[in-house]
């Protein structure tokens, strides 16, 4: 049957966006990028396209499919999270005095780095069609860098198209070379005889060239937290901004500023959506001499478990242009089950931040920090629900950055276990935490800024015990009353061993909830012992930081 020239107009359409990717490129441009990156000329290269023709490309990969609420669901293969200890750093010059280290940051030399790159780039050569995506990291232009991703998937080009920084027409137009390139062959796996593989997969990133190669591993979030890996060595060392993993909100009638740190659980995105704030960031953020700025454009959100109900929000932004991870749907109806774990716990949905209606567009703020919240989820039940903290108790926890892993999230997990993970984000630090922390405390010194510790965790026993977690009302009342200036003004008391600083008192909140000793089912003996205990566990794992932190920062902790 012959084409109609309906089909005819479709296919050139087709073409025309393939040359192209957006209105103002010509094939010049393409053709400079493509000359510039060593790949195969005749190759269906599409440059930063658009979202439906990236749908329409995915939809050919293997089980990628349309939710019914129109998001794009995509599967990473066998790789469903992470793989931090297939993660490493080249070993090279311009870096190697500045880096921490140790087994978050490992070594490989810059020949196996010649190798793993060699072997990507050669992939990427093979492919019909590959994807490259122009955009920016950081919101703040004094300090954004360009970023260039070069993929195979163009599922995965969908996701950085969401979470970096999307640049107009003119700034695309005038985008020149990238400061940071992304070369991502996921499907191909590194050759595990060269020196120093342990495996089939490695993220390698290297400074000195400002690149990053991915072998052996589907999982979009590498790329993401590849970016934010560049950051965290980036913006302090070159330019003395602090990188933080930190959620960010602003006062509509005020304007001020609060960050939240915390791991998983501890409820940062929960608590750092507030109908009465405007959303910065809800993951990665940067403090400069200016204020506040995202480094993202989009938002990662787990979905395990996620409702119309508990967040909206994020049920809400799962449409037309976003990313679904690994979930699980109904083959016919194509309704997401968020309840379903049986392909991974790690369900993820990536989409523009400007999906979520709170968002504050562009995602910085021009005045600093008022409040610093670093949040944890106690499953002893002995840290109080809100402390104010000394700079030198801001570095200390700062740094252990303590929460409670529950029993059943793991194989082998059927107690509670204390867990503690540097800066709150410890798999993608590149300095020594102290440096991170004492960049903090100035900023909290220089900006007058208040910090407090939130624990979200349970309370009167401990969660084995049967203890009960703290109401999200009263820690959402905490929380009213840190805005609003009044938990500032009541009277306090020192809470033993930790050394914390306790409010007597605060607006809303049952004031014999606020010190856990007076609120315990046990008797004092069993109270006394479970802190005991915690205080321990934090001795403990200080004593890895130890050795790099002052003597002040040392006596911050707690004592025995």
Request: net charge neutral; glycine share 6%; aromatic share 10%.
């Amino acid at each position: 049957m012959a084409p109609t020239a309906v089909d005819l107009h479709r296919e050139y359409q087709t073409s025309l966006a393939q040359e192209n990717g957006t209105p103002f490129n010509k094939k010049s441009r393409k053709a400079s990028v493509v000359s510039s990156l060593g790949l195969n000329p005749d190759a269906a290269i599409h440059y930063n396209s658009s979202v439906p023709i990236l749908y329409e490309d995915a939809l050919q990969e293997k089980g990628t499919t349309i939710s019914s609420t129109g998001a794009l669901i995509a599967y990473s293969g066998s790789k469903t999270g992470r793989s931090p200890k297939d993660k490493r750093i080249v070993d090279e010059e311009s870096s190697t005095e500045h880096i921490w280290w140790g087994p978050v940051n490992k070594k490989v030399d810059e020949q196996t780095w010649k190798i793993s790159k060699s072997r990507a780039i050669d992939y990427l050569r093979t492919r019909d069609k590959v994807y490259i995506i122009d955009a920016f990291a950081g919101w703040d232009p004094r300090y954004r860098i360009k970023v260039r991703v070069v993929c195979a998937r163009a599922y995965h080009a969908l996701f950085m198209k969401n979470m970096l920084i999307r640049p107009t027409d003119e700034e695309l137009r005038d985008f020149g070379e990238p400061d940071f390139t992304i070369w991502n062959a996921g499907q191909f796996p590194a050759n595990v005889f060269t020196k120093g593989m342990t495996s089939a997969t490695s993220v390698e990133i290297n400074f000195k060239e400002m690149e990053m190669v991915i072998l052996g591993t589907e999982y979009a979030g590498e790329m993401k937290k590849g970016i934010f890996t560049v950051m965290f060595y980036l913006m302090p060392v070159k330019h003395q901004v602090l990188t933080l993993h930190s959620s960010a909100n602003q006062g509509v009638q005020k304007g001020d500023v609060t960050l939240f740190f915390g791991l998983s659980g501890t409820g940062k995105t929960t608590l750092s959506a507030d109908p009465n704030r405007k959303l910065i960031g809800d993951d990665e953020h940067c403090w400069s001499d200016h204020g506040v700025f995202n480094i993202e454009g989009g938002c990662y959100a787990k979905c395990l478990d996620l409702s119309a109900e508990k967040e909206p929000e994020i049920f809400n932004a799962i449409r037309f242009g976003s990313v679904l991870e690994n979930v699980v749907y109904d083959p016919v109806t194509r309704v997401v089950d968020y309840a379903d774990s049986m392909i991974t716990e790690n369900t993820r949905c990536a989409y523009p931040i400007d999906f979520i209606p709170s968002a504050k567009i562009p995602c910085l703020a021009d005045s600093h920090p008022k409040n610093i919240v670093l949040l944890t989820c106690d499953a002893r039940g002995v840290l109080p629900p809100v402390s104010k903290l000394t700079n030198a108790q801001v570095m200390y926890h700062f740094i252990s950055g303590y929460t409670s892993k529950m029993a059943g999230t793991e194989m082998g997990v059927t107690e509670p276990e204390a867990t503690f993970s540097a800066c709150f984000g410890q798999p993608f630090l590149v300095l020594h935490p102290m440096k991170y922390a004492q960049q903090l405390s100035d900023k909290m010194s220089e900006h007058n800024s208040t910090a407090w510790l939130l624990n979200t965790g349970w309370t009167g026993k401990s969660a084995s015990k049967g203890g009960k977690r703290c109401p999200l009302k009263y820690t959402r009342a905490i929380l009213d009353a840190i805005h609003s200036g009044e938990l500032s003004k009541v009277e306090y008391e020192t809470y033993p061993t930790f050394g914390l600083q306790v409010p007597k008192s605060c607006p809303g909140v049952p004031s014999s909830l606020l010190n856990p000793a007076k609120n315990w089912a046990d008797g004092l003996q069993d109270f006394n012992t479970e802190v005991t205990n915690l205080a321990q566990l934090f001795m403990e794992n200080f004593e890895k930081y130890s050795s790099q932190c002052t003597s002040e920062v040392r006596a911050a902790g707690p004592a025995l």
